[in-house]
């Protein structure tokens, strides 16, 4: 099970595909993730190849959300019924013109939102608006975890 809590920035989740377009990634559509949870297992046999079916994998995460054109997004994806690709990026850092200068590891989860729930703060940010919190579910249907030699997919739902 992999869990991050923390008020310092760790992860950041775009909600698309990184890989499509790697160097540009805007700090803008960044968005702060505050809590990450999923759990995930393949049956292996003895020699390490998976087999049967496995059992669905949830992943849940919430947000801190920059802007409602953001919260909007997260609605559209959970009434259209398709699925959709989230990019996870951990410990992030930026360069020139607020992009994306490189990351530690991440990984793509591709999958259906199934759950969204909203959280409101008192406190304001700088621009004087309550803080929203976006509690999100997703079913997923394949994950690639991005190393820094390698990416590894495992695929959950054909």
Known sequence: MATLLSN????????????????????????TVQHFDYECEHKRNDSGEVYGATKPVILEFSIRVNSPRHARMFYRRLISNEHSCFSFLFNITYGANERMSGYDDGMVVDGYVVHVEETYTTKVDDNGDKQMMLNVTLQVRSVIYLGRENNFKSTFIE
């Open 8 to 31: 310092e920035l760790k992860a950041v989740v775009v909600p698309d595909n990184f890989l499509d377009n790697p160097i540009n990634v805007l700090k803008e559509n960044c968005l």
